[in-house]
Every structure is written in C-alpha cells, then in structure tokens.
C-alpha cells in the first residue's frame, strides 16, 4: 500500500496532477523527496543526492537532480517520507525483474511500508515499468492513454471495461484504480508474471 503510479499519454496532465496532491499534503514536519528534471513542482532545487545528504536540514519539498536511485536510496535512510518520481520507468524498468537485498528499490517495494516511504511514480508507459513495481502498485490513477500495448497490460491489471474508459478518457480528473476497489464486475487483477 506505499507505492501508487499515475499513468497516462503525455500531456495529459499526471505532473499537475502530482503537484496538487503534494500541495494539499505539504506541511513543515512532512518530507517529500521529488525526481522530476521537467520541472512541474514547487520546492528547493538540489542539484543531486550527494549534496541533499550535505545539507544540515532537509526542505519539506526538495527536488533533487541526479540519479532517481540515489534519491531513494536517501529515501529509505531517512525513513517517514514520500517519494516523487516523475517518468518512473527510469527507475524501474520492465528489464529489471529481480533487484538486490541491498538495493533501494527491494527495500521500498518489500519493507517500504516499515521505512513508511511512500512512492509515487508517474509514466506515460505502464508497460515499460518493471513487473515488480507495477504488481505493488495499490494505488492507480489514469488519465487517457491511447497505445494498444500500455492498455493490454491497463486491461490485465483492471480489466477489459477498465481499460476502455482510460483509452476515451478526456479532462483532468483522474480515473481511480485500486485492487481494493476492484469488484469481479469490473474484472480483477488476472496479471501474470513474465517469463
Ligand atoms: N488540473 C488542470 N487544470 C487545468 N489545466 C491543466 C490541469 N492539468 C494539466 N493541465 C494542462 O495540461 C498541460 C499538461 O499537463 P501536465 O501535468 O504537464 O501533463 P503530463 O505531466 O501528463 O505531461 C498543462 O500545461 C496545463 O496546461
Ligand atoms: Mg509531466
């Protein structure tokens, strides 16, 4: 329940999206850690990991540059905060299928919720994140998204109906997608593991 993705074509508005969710949960004693080299949010510029660890306080919103991982990697060291990732596929992509005990992203998607790290990452291609990420992802929200092979895996994870609202999807409010909410009328996770 710590990792959630925001999904959609580009351009249809994940990033703002992100930001106004931020903006409504931002607080002084809240920390959110934002990988996003497009610019979207508002906050303190870090140029990368290294010199965020170089400060003597953290900013409630930092947007760090460098390398995703080595944010996460803080992440997880600094425990209680929320992660950011915009184009997540970066981070996790469908290449990789089995990550290290010592690597962050294991440590977010096995032990995150005992860290409380929180992840949101934001892709315009679904099918491209890895199976591990994609799999844990509890919390989905979609804006239109017209590929046929991102929608092929929408439709497995969602289901077929699920997915044909996301592919005629117009306006800025997201659909909402969650195992949770999932009822056998809508159709259940039916995804399988990748040979
Ligand atoms: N909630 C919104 N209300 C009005 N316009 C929006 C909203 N969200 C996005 N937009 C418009 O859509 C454009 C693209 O949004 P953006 O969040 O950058 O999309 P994405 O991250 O999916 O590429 C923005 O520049 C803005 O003009
Ligand atoms: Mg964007």
Redesign the pocket.
């Known amino acids: 329940m710590n990792t959630g993705l925001v999904i959609?074509d580009?351009?249809?508005?994940?990033?703002?999206?992100a930001a106004?969710l931020l903006e409504a949960h931002r607080h002084p004693r809240r920390r959110f850690l934002v990988s996003s080299p497009w610019g979207?949010f508002r906050g303190v510029h870090v140029r990368d990991a290294a010199a965020l660890r170089r400060r003597p306080t953290l900013p409630p919103v930092a947007i760090v540059g460098g390398e995703p991982l080595e944010l996460l990697q803080v992440a997880v060291e600094l425990t209680s905060c929320a992660v950011i990732v915009d184009e997540v596929q970066r981070l996790f992509p469908a290449s990789e299928k089995h990550f290290d005990h010592a690597d962050p992203r294991y440590k977010l998607l096995n032990e995150g919720r005992h860290y409380r790290v929180f992840l949101l990452g934001?892709t315009t291609a679904p099918h491209e994140v890895s199976y591990a990420l994609r799999s844990a992802a509890y919390w989905l929200f979609f804006?239109r998204l017209c590929d046929s092979q991102q929608l092929q895996w929408v439709s497995s994870r969602c289901g077929a109906r699920f997915a044909a609202q996301v592919a005629v999807h117009t306006g800025?409010a997201p659909l909402f997608w969650s195992p949770a909410s999932a009822t056998v009328a809508q159709g259940v996770s039916d995804e399988k593991v990748p040979a």
């Open positions: 959609g580009p351009g249809t508005g994940k990033t703002t999206f106004h979207g934001l804006f800025y």
